[in-house]
């Protein structure tokens, strides 16, 4: 149990009720964004669950319903990869809800092999960052009408492989072999830095976060990938344990310094960090900003949770 504990990374341990707030969960059907949407719904959110597929979205509502005693749980299309289902998702939200508190863009895919979004974009790009980027665009006023609100962005220790390639959005030149994924998760954490910046002083903030590695879903595209989750599996964390560095960016008070910042657990990020080591001389990451003034108490907040935040 030490040793499981060791990789778990850090905890969600503040105890805020969110009662009558109002949260859109992308991809929430399954994993890390199931878990979030569960505790969410405990804590008396209303929970709507942003999914591609209805029928697997109202599964997961059914058992966070049944589970929380919550029967807020909402469930509504959305497919990252199609800018028309973003904008008709939007629209229905905006016409339904009157508020929006925290916003999670969760959703994401790791696909190795090259395909394209309907839009033309390459497919990691498409959903795991610009389709976020479209939503929250189209969000944006009423997270501002609702402030104090969040938006909390998944993005993954990976972006250190990651760069930004302008002239290449399309995926007209194949990436090489599994780089989309760790370029679209660098695009999450320079959104999250930008956003902060352009939506300073309106009573929304943004995080980036980095769950861990957590035995979920996301593996199912690559035969490799399913067969690492597999063999390190006990070392993996579960999806609960994966959904704590979002409910903390989510829920936890006095965050909001921070706003801008890049989460993740501390035991993982030592861990991860030997991993990239010699990785990351190879790719030196294009983006890097000026180390994290955090206040004491916060600093204090964070360590008890096994966390850290960090500019980059
Ligand atoms: N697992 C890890 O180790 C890890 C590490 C670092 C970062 N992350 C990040 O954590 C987030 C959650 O991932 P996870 O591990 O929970 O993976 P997961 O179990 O595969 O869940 C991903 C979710 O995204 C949804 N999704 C995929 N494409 C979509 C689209 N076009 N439109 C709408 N929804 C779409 C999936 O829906 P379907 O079920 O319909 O496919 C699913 O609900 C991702 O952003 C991922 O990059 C994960």
Redesign the pocket.
């Known amino acids: 149990p030490s040793i499981r504990k060791f990789f778990a990374g850090g905890v969600c341990r503040t105890t805020v009720q969110v009662p009558g707030k109002v949260v859109v969960i992308?991809?929430?059907?399954?994993?890390?964004?199931k878990e979030t949407a569960r505790e969410l719904a405990r804590r008396g959110a209303r929970v709507y669950i942003a999914?591609?597929?209805v029928l697997?979205g109202e599964s997961a509502a059914s058992e966070i319903r049944a589970d929380t005693k919550n029967s807020q749980v909402l469930v509504r299309k959305?497919?990252?990869?199609d800018t028309r289902s973003i904008r008709a998702f939007a629209e229905g939200f905006l016409a339904e809800e009157k508020q929006l508190h925290i916003l999670i863009n969760?959703?994401?895919?790791?696909m190795f092999s090259h395909s394209k979004t309907t839009d033309g974009f390459e497919i990691n790009l498409g959903?795991?960052h610009l389709g976020h980027f479209l939503l929250t665009y189209l969000l944006l006023e009423r997270l501002k009408e609702s402030a104090p609100a969040r938006v909390v962005n998944?993005s993954?220790v990976i972006h250190h492989l990651g760069k930004i390639h302008f002239h290449n959005f399309r995926g007209e030149e194949p990436y090489r072999w599994g780089f989309a994924y760790c370029h679209s998760?660098l695009a999450n954490l320079l959104f999250t830095r930008e956003l902060a910046k352009r939506i300073q002083g309106t009573g929304v903030t943004t995080y980036a976060v980095?769950?861990?590695?957590?035995r979920?879903?996301?593996a199912?595209h690559s035969f490799l990938c399913c067969l690492f989750w597999r063999l390190f599996s006990y070392f993996l964390k579960s999806?609960q344990e994966?959904a704590q560095t979002s409910l903390h960016c989510a829920l936890a008070e006095g965050l909001e310094p921070l706003s801008g910042k890049y989460f993740r657990g501390t035991y993982i990020r030592n861990l991860a960090k030997v991993a990239f080591l010699y990785l990351r001389a190879s790719f030196p990451v294009t983006a890097r900003g000026p180390g994290c003034l955090q206040g004491p108490e916060i600093t204090k907040q964070l360590s008890a949770c096994g966390m850290s935040a960090v500019s980059f």
């Open positions: 992308t991809g929430a059907n399954t994993g890390i964004g999914c591609r597929d697997k959305l497919d990252l990869s969760n959703a994401g895919v790791m959903v795991n998944l993954s998760k980095h769950p861990g590695i957590v979920s879903e996301l199912r999806v994966g």
